[in-house]
């Protein structure tokens, strides 16, 4: 099955700078892979998505990079702000809401510094 | 947008007592429900996946008989934690697709603590 990898597990920067997390993914096969926000006890919220047939999307001050070649996907967050400050999670799946479930990264706390 | 309502959202059970928890796709018909368990501090992880009218399919290491679903309908879908122990106390969290390639809704999630 799939395997999505995480890093870094926390991550805090200035207010204002931007954060960048990293999954990668063991199987060729999936397709799909989105980002979530978390906030405690709350349902994760999609923040943004890619598909395999894209390398870059773009959503104001979020972006997504996709590799793969190299099987990685990336999360861009620019001029950071206070209520960005929450649990972010990489997934992917094959179909993207097909059959298939999501398998997730393992999460990353980041943390804005005012 | 596409709403899942998931109740209830919070419950609280003495250890080998039974947890029923539904997920109701409000203004869709969900042709696929997921079905995943988070605990403290950790990720989601995908428990089972049920398909309507039809048996679910659960993940390696998920006991089919200690939790129950039920997909009877296009918009419901029921888990049942069967003779809850305090290891399940977890952060259960349903998601709806419309089988198309829509991406994924998910429910409110169900907060269980067994006592």
């Known amino acids: 099955g799939e395997n999505v990898e995480q890093h870094p597990s926390t991550l805090s920067v200035q207010e204002g700078d931007s954060a960048v997390i990293k999954c990668t993914y063991s199987d060729s096969a999936s397709n799909y892979f989105p980002w979530y926000k978390q906030e405690l006890g709350k349902r994760p919220q999609l923040i943004i998505d890619?598909?395999?047939?894209?390398g870059e999307k773009k959503d104001q001050r979020i972006a997504v990079t996709l590799n793969k070649t190299a099987k990685h996907f990336s999360l861009h967050i620019t001029e950071t702000q206070p209520e960005d400050s929450a649990v972010y999670f990489c997934?992917?799946?094959?179909?993207?809401?097909?059959?298939?479930?999501?398998?997730f990264g393992k999460g990353t706390h980041l943390i804005i510094q005012p | 947008g596409a709403v899942v309502s998931q109740h209830p959202s919070w419950v609280i059970c003495k250890s080998g007592t039974s947890v029923k928890i539904e997920c109701r796709s409000l203004d869709f018909q969900a042709t696929t429900m997921f079905w995943y368990r988070q605990f403290p501090k950790q990720s989601l992880m995908l428990m089972a996946t049920s398909n309507e009218g039809s048996k679910a399919t659960y993940e390696q290491g998920v006991e089919k008989d200690k939790f129950l679903i039920n997909h009877a309908s296009l918009t419901l879908s029921t888990l049942t934690v069967t003779s809850a122990h305090p290891e399940d106390s977890s952060f259960y969290i349903c998601s709806a697709s419309t089988g198309a390639k829509g991406g994924y809704t998910f429910g409110s999630g169900t907060r269980l603590t067994v006592v």
């Open positions: 890619i598909r395999s047939n894209v």
């Open positions: 997934a992917a799946s094959y179909s993207g809401g097909g059959a298939d479930g999501l398998t």
